[in-house]
C-alpha cells in the first residue's frame, strides 16, 4: 500500500505527468489540504495499517479468490483468471477504499461522512462502513441513478444512511459529485468526503489507488501459486473512474511484461451522441479537483454521459489513466451497451456467474481483441450483478 | 486594472459589487445589465461565465448557469458582448468563471481579449494559487489584469498573507464556509471573522462576498470591510424583473441606500 513507487506513481506537486493537480475552490482548500499533508503518514503507520488488513480479511472477505474459468478460457481461447471482487463484502471493490478512507476519516478526527454514487455500489460500501463504526452517512446519488440502482437505493437506507438525489444535469454521478462537493464546502470541518474512485483532487486520486491496490498485491502471490509466475500477461479493466482498474494494475505499472487493457462504456456507440468512452471523446479539462481527460464542447461545458452501467456513466477519468493513456502504458477500449449485456449473460451460463454491467464491460472485450492461447489474462471483476437485475430484465436478451 | 486600482483610492466609500451570469436571462441581456448596474450607482461588476458544472454556488446561480448555457452563452460571445459595450463602461469590470470553459478557449488568447474588452480583473475559483504563481501571473500582468483571490472563515493565517502578497487588487473575502446563495443576516461568528481579517493590516482592500442581499446585511458587512459583492440576491432580481433597466436601478439604489 505504501513501499511501492512506479513511474507511474503521482508526484510531489499531485500531478501525473500532464494530469491531475489540485484544482479547487479556496473553499474547500483547508480540508484537502489537510489530508494531502497527513495521509500518507497515516497509511505508513504500523497500526493503520493492521486495523485496514484485518477488516479486509475478516470483514470484506478477503483475499478475493484469482479463479480460474476454464469454460470462459476455452470460448475465447486463452488463460482467463477472474479476480473475483464481485465475492467482496457488499459485492464489488469499492469496500477496499472506503474501509481506507473511514479509518482516515477517523484518524482525522471527523465524524460525518458524505459520499457520491453512481451504481450505487460506492454509496452502499461507504454506508457501509460508516455503519460499522457508528458514522452519520450522507450519500448524493442522481434521481436517474436511484431509478435505475433501487436495491442499492434500499441497502443503504437499511444501513442507516441518508441517501439525498441530485436533480440537476443528467441526474447521474457527475451530477451527485458535484451535489456532494457543495455539501463539503458547507460543512467543512467536521465532514470527510469519501470519493469512490481515483478521482478529485490531490491526494484522493493516489489514496484511492493505494487502498485498491490490494487486488493486485493479492494477484502477485496467487499467480504464483497457480502459474509459478507473480505476474500476468494481460489484465483487464473497465474503467468508470478508474479505481478498479487502478487496484489492478498497481503492482504492475512498471513491469512491462504486463498488457494493461483498460474497457470503457461506449454506450449506444462511439459516436452516437449517448456514449461515456472518455478517451475516444474526450479532451484535456478540468472537473472535480483535477485536470483530466474529459468530455467536453469547444466551449468547455462538460458533455452528459450515457452508459446502460451506471457506475461507467462519467464524462471524464481518472488523472492517473489520462497519463496511462498519454504515455501509452495502457491501451483504451471500449464496448456499447449491447456487447456488454451479451458478455453478462455469456458469463453467467458458462460460469454461473452474473456479473455487475461495469464488469460486463471488460468481459466483452475478450470477444474482440486476439490472445494466443497460452497467454494468461486476469480480467478484474470488479462487482456482481444483483444490483442490475432490473437493468437486465429489462433489457431482455436471455 | 487601473480602474480597479482607483476604485480603491477613496476607502471611506464602501463599494458595491454585483455579479450576473452572462447570457441571463436572455443572451443579448449582458450589455443592458452592465449599462443599468451603472447607472443605478454599482462600483463594479462581476460578469459570470457560465459553466455547466458550478460546484462552488448554490441553486440560484446554478440555475442562472444553465438557462445561460441553455440560450446559446458562450465565452467568446460574452468577451464580445463586454467589448460591445465597453466605451460606455466607466466602472470596472471583472470576468468570473471556472476554469475549464477559459483553459479551453486558451488562457493567452482569453487575458489577451480580456485586455481588449476593457475588463479589469478576473476571478477564477478554481485556479490554484500555486498554478497562478507558476503559470499566470506573469501572463496577467502583462495584459494589466488583476487576480482576485478567495478567502474563507477557514483560510489560515499564513495563507491570507501569501494570497495578499500575490494580490494586486481586492481579496474576496466570503463571509461563510459555503456555496453562494442569499441568506438572511449575518452571524456573531462571521462578523469576528471580519474583524479577524480587517485587525491583520493587509495591504488590499477587502470585499465580502456570499449571502450579501440588501441594504442591511451590505451596510453591516462594509462596517469591516471596503465594499460587499452581491449575487445570488440580483439573479433573483433578474428572475422576478419585468422592467430589466428599472428595476436593475431601483435594486441598486435600495441596497447602496440612496
Ligand atoms: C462493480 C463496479 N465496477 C466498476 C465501477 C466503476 O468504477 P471504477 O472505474 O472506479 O472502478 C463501479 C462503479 O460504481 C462498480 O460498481
Redesign the interface.
Known sequence: MIDQNTDYNVAPNGFYGHFGGSYIPEMLYPNVEELRQNYMEILSDKSFQDSFYKLLKDYVGRPTPLYLAERLSERIGAKIYLKREDLSHTGAHKINNTIGQILLARRLGKTRIIAETGAGQHGVATATVCALMGMECTVYMGSLDISRQRPNVERMKILGAEVRAAESGNKTLKDATNEAMRHWINNPVDTHYIIGSVVGPHPYPDMVARFQSVISEEMKWQLMESEDRDYPDTIVACLGGGSNAAGAFYHYFDDARVKLITVEASGKGVDSGYSAATTALGKPGILHGSKTLLMQTDDGQVVEPYSISAGLDYPGIGPLHAHLHESGRASFHNVTDNEAMQACITLSRLEGIIPAIESAHALAILEKLEFSKEEVVVVNLSGRGDKDLETIINWGGY | MNKLLNAFEDRSEKLLSIYFSAGYPELDDTGKIMMALQAGGADMIEVGIP????????PTI?NSN?IA?DNGI???KILAQVAEVQKKIRIPVILMG????????GMEKFCLYCQKAGVSGLII????VQ?YKNEYESLFQKHHLANI????P???EA?IREIDRLSNSFIYM?SS???TGARKGLSTDQIDYFKRVGGMNLKSPLMIGFGISDHQSFTLATKYADGAIIGSAFINVLKNSDNLEENIVAYVRSVKGN
Not at chain 2, 459553466?51 to 454556488?57: G, I
Not at chain 2, 475559483?125 to 490554484?128: A, S, T, V, Y
Not at chain 2, 483571490?149 to 474563507?152: A, E, G, M, Q, R
Open positions: 459553466f455547466s458544472d458550478p460546484v462552488a454556488d448554490g446554478q444553465k448555457l458562450t465565452l467568446k471556472y476554469l475549464n470553459p477559459i483553459y479551453q478557449y475559483p478554481d485556479l490554484p498554478e483571490f478567495l478567502i474563507t477557514q483560510t489560515s495563507r466570503v464556509a459555503s456555496t
